[in-house]
Structure formats: structure tokens, C-alpha cells
Nanobody, 125 residues
Framework: QVQLVESGGGLVQAGGSLRLSCAAS????????MGWYRQAPGKQRDLVAS???????KYVDSVKGRFTISRDNAKKTVYLQMNSLKPEDTAVYHC???????????????????WGQGTQVTVSS
């Protein structure tokens, strides 16, 4: 089974920083892309940032210059460094792994999308 476990959320004042981590577990041998999404109350879940296995990154305009996504392929872990946080960054942040290839017994499989349980980020003004 493929599982994603997030950590690092919390309460911070505006202008502060937080670092989120998401570790994938299971008999995984590759992950195409990993990313972070966020969902504020009453809103849809939107992409914040993503990174491919080769290191190509993408950010939503509202976090460019403030957030940095990175990954450690050997550890199957993705990070989101969030600086200069604003109250509008308040949301539940979910980790996503896309194109996950893993073993089950002697066979190899690829799953399309896996999600973490989410971690709350609250930025006070």
C-alpha cells in the first residue's frame, strides 16, 4: 500500500515561516511528480506547487518568491518551505504523489494519484 504522511503545519504570525514535509511509504520504486495542494474553508482544493522527479518546479502565482518546493528522491519525500506567510495562506495543505510505481509481490503497478491526510496551516494577522 502507498501512503503519504505530512508533517510541519501549525500556527504562525504573518511574515513567519513554516516547512512542510511529506514522506511516501510502501514498496515504491519511482514517483513521477509530487506536489502540494491547499484547501481553504468553503473553497476548492488548488495546486500550490509541484516538482517532477527531474526537479522541474511549478508554482501558483500567489506564492512565487515566497514558497520553495523540493524533494529527496531517495527518501521519497517532498518539502514545502513557506516564507513571508500571509493570512490568505491559511488552509489545509495536502501532499500529492502522481504516477507512483510500486511492487506488490512480484508484480509492478503504477497508481495515478495518492493523497496525504492534510496538515493545517494557520497564519494570524
Amino acid at each position: 500500500q502507498v501512503q503519504l504522511v505530512e508533517s510541519g503545519g501549525g500556527l504562525v504570525q504573518a511574515g513567519g515561516s513554516l516547512r512542510l514535509s511529506c514522506a511516501a511509504s510502501g514498496s515504491i520504486f519511482s514517483i513521477d511528480a509530487m506536489g502540494w495542494y491547499r484547501q481553504a474553508p468553503g473553497k476548492q482544493r488548488d495546486l500550490v506547487a509541484s516538482i517532477t522527479s527531474g526537479g522541474t518546479t511549478k508554482y501558483v502565482d500567489s506564492v512565487k518568491g515566497r514558497f520553495t518546493i523540493s524533494r529527496d528522491n531517495a527518501k521519497k519525500t517532498v518539502y514545502l518551505q513557506m516564507n513571508s506567510l500571509k493570512p490568505e495562506d491559511t488552509a489545509v495543505y495536502h501532499c500529492n504523489a502522481h504516477g507512483v510505481s510500486y511492487y506488490r509481490g512480484s508484480s509492478a503497478y503504477t497508481g495515478l494519484d495518492y493523497w496525504g491526510q492534510g496538515t493545517q496551516v494557520t497564519v494570524s494577522s
